[in-house]
């Protein structure tokens, strides 16, 4: 894993979009197309505006797959992550090529299966991800299942979960945050063949130590990128503020 801090989060977004592009680039040139998994969230918000002005993509050859949504929210809702990605991925970049999990659907178990089955026709060549302030990795929340094989899971969310997406503005009150989720789970996020994890803000600091310098547990979710051969981790100096042991290069 590299670790690379910045200054502040709009100069680690416009470095993280930099690279995003190269690689969407060159995945491209080589096979004329890219496939890639989107994360949504407050930490997401910088980094997919730098990277929906980046020069050269062929968006029209980018397919996409999302990383969770919650179970029984509407598109029309200001938290949708379908909306989200709708606003500020798929309309402003022209991707022509997109899977999203609705959440509302009367059966989110079979969106679950489906969406997996077409994510699983051919590999992913890059995951856009975060890391939430319980370490959750997608909403895999800690205890995490870092067993399964099955590319999307239905998962409880936990207390903290549910208050983050309260304390970023996303929900007025705690009991308007839905309980459950249609997540991307572990190992299917680990078999992206490169991984760029955006991670500003003081808030994520004790997250990324305890990711980073902690055992790779299923109470640290976002610890089992530790095992992945190709990930970048974007930090600015706020949320890098308590790593002690971990190699970081400055930029």
């Known amino acids: 894993m590299k670790v690379w801090r910045f200054k502040d989060k709009r100069t680690l977004a416009r470095a993280a979009a930099e690279r995003a592009a190269e ?22 918000l910088e980094f997919l505006g730098e990277l929906v002005r980046q020069p050269g993509v062929d968006w029209r050859k980018v397919e996409m797959f999302h990383l969770d949504e919650y179970i029984g ?8 992550f379908r909306k989200y990605l709708l606003e500020r991925l798929i309309r402003p970049a022209g991707i022509e ?9 009367p059966d989110p178990a079979a969106v679950a299966r489906e969406i997996g089955h ?20 997608a909403f895999n929340d800690p205890p995490a299942d870092f067993e399964t094989d099955e590319p999307y899971l239905i998962v409880n969310l ?5 208050r983050q997406q309260v304390g970023e503005g996303w929900f007025p009150s705690l ?26 803000d003081l808030r994520k600091a004790e997250a990324v130590e305890r990711c980073l310098e902690g ?9 089992a990128l530790r095992w992945h051969r190709d990930v970048t981790l974007y930090l600015d100096h706020d949320s890098a503020s308590r790593l002690h042991h971990t190699p970081i290069a400055d930029h």
């Open 158 to 162: 936990d207390e903290a979960c549910r």
């Open 215 to 223: 055992p790779i547990s299923p109470m640290a979710p976002a610890s």
């Open 73 to 80: 929210l509407p598109v029309t809702h200001p938290a949708s």
């Open 175 to 200: 009991d308007q945050v839905p309980r459950q989720a249609i997540s991307m789970s572990i190992r299917q996020i680990l078999t992206a063949s490169t991984i760029l994890c955006i991670v500003p």
């Open 97 to 105: 090529r997109y899977h999203l999990l609705e959440g509302d659907a």
């Open 118 to 137: 077409r994510l699983n026709e051919a590999p992913v060549d890059l995951a856009f991800v975060g890391i939430g302030e319980n370490g959750h990795l």
């Open 23 to 44: 690689l969407l680039r060159s995945a491209i040139a080589a096979r004329g197309s890219a496939r890639i998994i989107a994360a949504t969230g407050a930490s997401q």
